[in-house]
């Protein structure tokens, strides 16, 4: 079993929905991150979460630390919202252990 | 403020060969993590390095080595080349804020072995 697990691995919407990926982790953490990546490789950091909630623009982060889970939420989805989503979680270090992605897809 | 940079963007080797990829950070960033992506086993960490040490490893064999500069410059070397190491290799540079790291990547070093 992974120490971090996503659900779901693809995922594919109409333009305006709502969007929740969920993750989650097996190991004791000091930290878990959303990171984002767009066909081409680059990865951007969304969030990062040690407890609670965080917002950024359409973009929702929480996590409940006592169930080990996280969820990202996108709201109003938009094409441009189409790329992997990667749970991360790390241990008071940079090392961190990812999850096997979430691939969203949003149509027009 | 510039970004985390890696060179080269791409590089296709041979088996057998060895290979040095160059990351740096972002101004003031001391850490350095390099990751490696591919297809069949995701996102896996390599090793992290911090004022010039390397304080983090993942499980890799020691054909894959790592240094850092006295000004937080990064280079990955892999030795021996095989076949599955092809992959996107990508570096981040950190710094803490709260309980954890927050990483900034950088655009990946694509590796093609043939």
């Known amino acids: 079993k992974n120490e971090v697990e996503q659900s779901p691995q693809n995922l594919t919407a109409q333009e305006g929905e709502f969007i929740t990926i969920n993750c989650s982790y097996s190991?004791?953490?000091?930290?878990l991150h959303w990171l984002q990546q767009h066909p081409g490789g680059g990865i951007v950091s969304l969030f990062m979460?040690?407890?609670g909630k965080k917002k950024h623009g359409r973009l929702i982060a929480t996590i409940n630390i006592q169930e080990k889970h996280s969820s990202l939420h996108i709201t109003a989805s938009h094409p441009r919202d189409s790329a992997v989503y990667i749970c991360?979680?790390?241990?008071?270090?940079?090392?961190?252990?990812f999850g096997t992605g979430t691939r969203l897809t949003i149509i027009p | 403020k510039a970004g985390v940079t890696q060179t080269p963007r791409y590089l296709i080797k041979t088996r057998g060969q060895q290979v040095t990829l160059s990351c740096s950070p972002i101004?003031?960033?001391?850490?350095v993590s390099w990751y490696q992506q591919t297809p069949g086993q995701g996102l896996q960490f390599l090793f992290e390095?911090?004022?010039?040490?390397?304080?983090n490893k993942g499980n890799f064999p020691g054909r894959f080595s790592g240094r850092q500069f006295s000004n937080s410059r990064s280079e990955m070397n892999v030795s021996t080349l095989e076949l599955g190491d092809s992959a996107l290799y990508l570096c981040?540079?950190?710094?803490?804020?709260?309980?954890?790291?927050?990483?900034?990547f950088g655009p990946g070093t694509r590796l093609t072995v043939l």
């Open positions: 981040a540079s950190s710094k803490r804020e709260g309980g954890g790291y927050e990483q900034f």
């Open positions: 190991v004791g953490i000091s930290a």
């Open positions: 979460l040690s407890s």
């Open positions: 991360a979680v790390g241990a008071g270090n940079e090392k961190l252990t």
């Open positions: 101004s003031g960033h001391r850490s």
């Open positions: 390095y911090f004022s010039e040490t390397q304080r």
